[in-house]
C-alpha cells in the first residue's frame, strides 16, 4: 500500500525553526511505522534521524507522536494509523534533531525519586532473599511494567506547562517501591513527592494512561500516592 508520511524535521545547527518534511513511500499494510521510518533513512534521505534500539516495544526508545498520540513507533502497525501518517518529537522536550529529543531532565526527574530498592535491615538469617508474599508482591506490579519511554509523561498538560513537575513516570516508579513490602524508603520518597513540583502538580487529565504502551493504568497508580500523602497509610 502506499502512505504519504508528514515528519516534523528541525536540525538546530542549520535550521531556523522547525518544518514539515514529506515523503511518498509503499509498505506492508503489517509494516510498523518504525519501518516507514527506516525507509525514509536508509533510501531516501539519510540525514533524517532518529532514536530506536530494540525495534520490539521493550526498550522505549523510539517514543513519538504519531497523528498527536504519544506511541512507539515500533508497535503501531501502517494498517492501524491509515494511509497518510504524521510524525512528530514528542512534546516538552528540547529537541536535539529531527525526532531525538534529550531525554536527560526526564530522567533528573527519575532519579529524583530513588527509584531503587532500600532496606538497610540485616539479611534474614538464612542469608537468602527477603520473602514476600504474592499479595504483597502484586500491589505494586502494574508500576514494574514501566519502560521509561516517556510516553506518559510529554502527555501530561501539567509537563508542558511546567517542565520542573516530576511527571507521571517518575510517580510510577517511586510507586513501584513505596508499596513494597520489602522497602524502608517510603517516607523519603513520599516526602519528594509532596514538595511543590511532585505529584500535586498532577491535575487527572488522564492523557498518562492513555498514551502509556504497556498499559500501566498511571493515573489509578499517582492516584494511591496521593492516598498515602493524605492519609499517611501505605496499604
Known amino acids: 500500500m502506499k502512505v504519504h508520511l508528514k515528519i516534523k524535521r528541525f536540525n538546530p545547527e542549520k535550521d531556523a525553526k522547525p518544518y514539515w518534511a514529506e515523503y511518498d513511500l509503499e509498505v506492508e499494510p503489517t509494516d510498523r511505522v518504525l519501518d516507514a521510518l527506516h525507509q525514509v533513512k536508509w533510501y531516501h534521505d539519510g540525514t533524517f534521524n532518529l532514536r530506536r534500539s530494540c525495534a520490539h516495544g521493550v526498550c522505549g526508545s523510539d517514543a513519538v507522536r504519531i497523528n498527536g498520540q504519544n ?3 515500533c ?4 494498517q492501524d ?3 497518510n501518517i504524521v510524525v512528530e518529537p514528542i512534546l ?3 529537541v536535539i534533531k529531527d525526532l531525538i529529543v534529550d531525554m536527560e531532565p526526564f530522567f533528573d526527574h527519575y532519579k ?3 527509584p531503587y530498592f532500600v532496606n538497610d535491615t540485616p539479611l534474614p538469617e538464612d542469608g537468602r532473599e527477603r520473602r514476600q508474599s504474592i499479595v504483597d508482591r502484586e500491589r505494586f506490579d502494574e508500576g514494574t511494567k514501566c519502560i521509561l519511554c516517556a510516553c506518559c509523561t510529554t502527555s501530561c498538560p501539567s509537563f ?3 517542565g520542573d513537575y516530576v511527571g507521571p513516570a517518575a510517580v510510577v516508579q517511586a510507586h513501584r517501591f513505596i508499596f513494597d513490602s520489602r522497602d524502608t524508603a517510603a ?3 513520599l516526602e519528594v513527592l509532596n514538595q511543590q513540583f511532585g505529584v500535586w502538580k498532577c491535575r487527572t487529565a488522564f492523557n498518562c494512561t492513555n498514551a502509556c504502551p504497556r498499559d500501566i493504568p ?3 497508580l499517582i492516584g494511591e500516592v496521593k492516598k498515602a500523602l493524605v492519609t499517611g497509610e501505605i496499604k
Open 160 to 162: 508542558w506547562a511546567n
Open 218 to 220: 498511571v493515573t489509578q
Open 75 to 78: 508497535k503501531v502497525l501502517i
Open 187 to 189: 517516607a523519603q520518597r
Open 92 to 94: 516538552g522536550m528540547k
Open 112 to 114: 529524583s525519586v530513588m
Open 71 to 73: 506511541r512507539l513507533a
Open 81 to 83: 494509523v491509515g494511509a
